[in-house]
């Protein structure tokens, strides 16, 4: 994700925090309120330690999908929590259901650790643990700290099962539905289902005045509708082949040539990507950005074999457009090579699967656009 460093790397996976998470710190502030800069120091930390927790969580997500065999790219820490980023989504309800399940079960573990702590330390201290919960000040002490970390354990395994997409019980509900229908009825009636709730949370937030709340609904209510955008674009990929959607027409350079001729491509065609050729065989790739990079650090007109990428991803012809965009999201790349056998066919790039499933979309509109107007014309008829 863009706008995020690296942390920290665990168990082979990147943490990364996003830049706009360290807003989440001014939450801190309303200690200072009370106990100055004691209690600023306090909240940062109890807000730090959250986050510790939200990352667990969603290595509980990540080391399931791995179990799985599904690669996680990363996980990254945002202001409203976390996000592991696999590199596909289960192809199977069963394992969906575990993945999702295994971030709160978690937390659940962390609350029981902190409930059995913490209950050791109120029966020895006299702490109104209950007071706390409920909103009281007791102080600024460990106890109190490891009261409002069950606490927000407890919440986030709440909160992130209730049936909404993007939360992991959307997806729940997603998984158990997918076991008596197909996955794309499955995900639409999850997807409403979250928008239904996500559409009541806006509505008690504008009344209540919770202006967190407000922004949790409409992350909810987008997050639902992506994912409804996901499962229509899976459905469509899967039924074209790579093999027939690649340009068949397009330039190619050889190995001889130098950057000015891809130039002049990139000017007259508009094409972004060029096959690097000698004779039959493919040597590497030439991409637009490769270019500019080469303009912008030396003013020579360099062979393109100097500023190619030489490791370059095959995909089958025959594999479905949805399985490609699977293997450039697990390999981290936009751009792959069609062979058939050994025979280099062309390329297609994460922009190409884009346009053709706009295509697609379009003609399945129309084509269901025509079949109502036939549907309506038999019904003057019949009047």
């Known amino acids: 994700m863009g706008w995020s460093f690296r942390l920290v790397r665990v168990a082979g996976i990147d943490i990364k925090i996003h830049f706009t998470f360290f807003l989440v710190l001014l939450l801190a502030l309303p200690w200072g309120s009370q106990y100055g800069v004691q209690g600023v120091l306090f909240g940062v930390t109890l807000i730090l330690l959250l986050f510790v927790c939200v990352t667990l969580h969603e290595l509980g997500h990540s080391l399931a999908a791995r179990f799985f065999g599904i ?97 992991d019980g959307g997806r729940v509900l997603r998984a158990v539905l997918a076991l008596f229908m197909n996955y794309q009825r499955a995900t639409r009636i999850a997807t409403v289902t979250g928008q239904v709730l996500a559409v009541g949370l806006g509505v008690l937030a504008l009344f209540t005045g919770q202006f967190m709340l407000l922004l949790v609904a409409i992350f909810i209510f987008f997050g639902a509708g992506q994912e409804q955008a996901e499962s229509q674009a899976h459905t469509m990929l899967t039924t074209l082949r790579v093999g027939d959607a690649y340009n068949k027409h397009a330039l190619r350079l050889e190995v001889g040539d130098r950057v000015s001729k891809a130039v002049d491509y990139i000017l007259t065609s508009y094409q972004p990507d060029f096959a690097v050729m000698q004779g039959s065989t493919l040597l590497g790739i030439v991409t637009r950005d490769d270019v500019l990079r080469a303009l912008a650090s030396d003013h020579r007109d360099m062979y393109v074999t100097m500023v190619m990428r030489r490791e370059v991803i095959r995909v089958d012809h025959n594999a479905m457009l949805d399985e490609v965009r699977q293997t450039m999201s697990e390999k981290n790349t936009r751009i792959v090579a069609v062979y058939e056998g050994d025979v280099f066919l062309g390329l297609v790039s994460i922009e190409d699967i884009s346009e053709a499933y706009a295509v697609m979309a379009f003609v399945q509109r129309q084509e269901a656009a025509r079949k109502a107007a036939q549907v309506g014309g038999t019904g003057d008829s019949v009047r």
């Open 71 to 167: 690669p996680v790219r990363e996980i990254v820490l945002l202001p409203l929590g976390g996000a592991a980023l696999l590199s596909r989504n289960p192809s199977k309800p069963l394992h969906e259901l575990v993945i999702a399940l295994a971030g709160p079960l978690v937390n659940v573990v962390i609350a029981i650790i902190l409930a059995l702590v913490t209950g050791a330390s109120l029966l020895a201290g006299g702490i109104d643990g209950r007071a706390l919960l409920e909103g009281g000040a007791t102080g600024l002490s460990f106890t109190t700290l490891l009261l409002w970390l069950l606490q927000a354990n407890i919440l986030l395994a709440l909160f992130n099962m209730l049936p909404a997409f993007p939360l």
